[in-house]
């Protein structure tokens, strides 16, 4: 091919911001990720969402409460130099950790379960981490709780360890002020505010600070059947990144105006269909946040401003989300949504197996009902 002189080459697009500074360190390339308009691809709706797309965070969305974590626990004291970190994580956290590791000079240990996905694994093992695996759920707390116990156990074998206990770490919590402020500078006003819901870290934070530059803001939360965080019994969940066999502490039940549960085929069939109208698309949490974002977009007035966060992009789903054999294992192909959620009027009224909504969102641990019936079903 014939060389093109610079002089007469097509003149490049001119920025309409500036540049990032180049990095020196990890850390500095995470935050400042891109919010992306989306139109109502999975109900045709004449109006849509914008999307956080903290994908392009080297790891995730919990890159930023890893680093904030960790940093904050050395600054305490509370993790000497070099000391490891241990951690109970289905994925996303352990990628910030490796990569906080990284950034502070410490080992890692994850603490997953059988369900953690092989790519997710192997790249784990290629950042440094060490993984153990617990073989079986806890009999009342599941996975989640299997892990927990294992943590305990491996701190106890291991002096000066630090666990960053992200289900109750308030700095987990303040670690997503930035994000709530990068939202603020791109978009100058947020309405409503869909989020998902696992550790309760980024619903809580983001909104906390939202709500001080927008007193009238919405939170939506977005959870996972067979989740007990808002008042479902647990049971088996395929999703990972969402959701919980146990009651995180750090979830904002009082900052909630509503929630939606969202079952695995349909937050498949979201993905699928993100994927294919415009490319940004992610894991289960995205797919569920999606379809609600959708909705929530024909159910309201045009002006209404609304914002879905998407954790993370697609590239660990390869084997689950967007392989047609593991879906059609598990029965997750070509199962449409409904265009409305069923409705609960209360948590308890009864066990929900597909995309539903609820308006009282309550705190189970404030409730000892809840608490028994969970057990009971």
């Excluded at 911001?17 to 691809?41: E, F, K, N, Q, Y």
């Excluded at 849509?48 to 904030?68: S, Y």
């Excluded at 002006?303 to 029965?331: E, K, L, M």
Aim: hydrophobic share 40%; net charge neutral; proline share 8%.
């Amino acid at each position: 091919m014939a060389y093109t002189p610079v002089a007469s080459r097509a003149p490049l697009p001119t920025r309409r911001t500036a540049a990032p500074p180049a990095a020196r360190s990890l850390a500095d390339v995470v935050g400042d990720t891109p919010v992306l308009w989306i139109p109502d691809v999975c109900f045709g709706g004449t109006g849509g969402f914008w999307a956080k797309l903290e994908g392009h965070n080297p790891g995730g969305i919990k890159d930023r409460p890893a680093l904030h974590m960790v940093a904050c626990a050395r600054g305490r004291g509370e993790l000497a130099p070099g000391r490891p970190i241990i951690e109970s994580t289905s994925g996303t956290l352990g990628l910030g950790l490796a990569l906080a590791g990284l950034v502070y000079s410490h080992p890692v240990m994850l603490v997953t379960d059988p369900g953690m996905e092989p790519i997710l694994h192997r790249l784990l093992v290629a950042y440094g981490t060490q993984i153990d695996i617990v073989e079986r759920p806890h009999p009342t707390g599941g996975w989640q709780q299997a892990r927990r116990d294992r943590v305990q156990a491996l701190l106890d074998q291991h002096p000066g360890a630090y666990c960053p206990d992200q289900y109750h770490n308030p700095d987990n919590v303040a670690a997503y002020e930035r994000l709530a402020l990068e939202l603020i500078e791109q978009l100058g006003r947020v309405d409503v505010l869909v989020c998902s819901v696992g550790t309760g870290g980024h619903s809580a934070g983001v909104s906390r600070v939202l709500r001080e530059a927008f007193p009238d803001l919405r939170l939506v939360g977005v959870d996972t059947i067979a989740s007990t965080i808002f008042g479902q019994p647990a049971g088996p969940r395929l999703m990972r990144g969402l959701g919980s066999s146990i009651y995180p502490r750090n979830v904002a039940y009082g900052a909630f105006n509503e929630v939606h549960w969202v079952a695995p085929a349909e937050a498949v069939w979201a993905c699928r269909r993100l994927a294919a109208a415009r490319y940004a698309t992610g894991g289960w949490s995205v797919g569920a946040v999606a379809l609600v974002a959708s909705w929530l977009s024909r159910h309201t007035t045009s002006d209404t401003r609304i914002v879905a966060i998407f954790p993370d992009g697609p590239q660990r789903y390869w084997n689950s989300v967007y392989d047609d054999a593991y879906c059609a294992q598990h029965q997750l192909l070509n199962v449409v949504p409904t265009r409305n959620p069923d409705v609960l009027d209360h948590p308890a009224d009864r066990v929900v197996h597909r995309w539903t909504r609820c308006t009282q969102v309550v705190d189970p641990l404030s409730h000892p009902e809840l608490v028994e019936c969970q057990a009971a079903q």
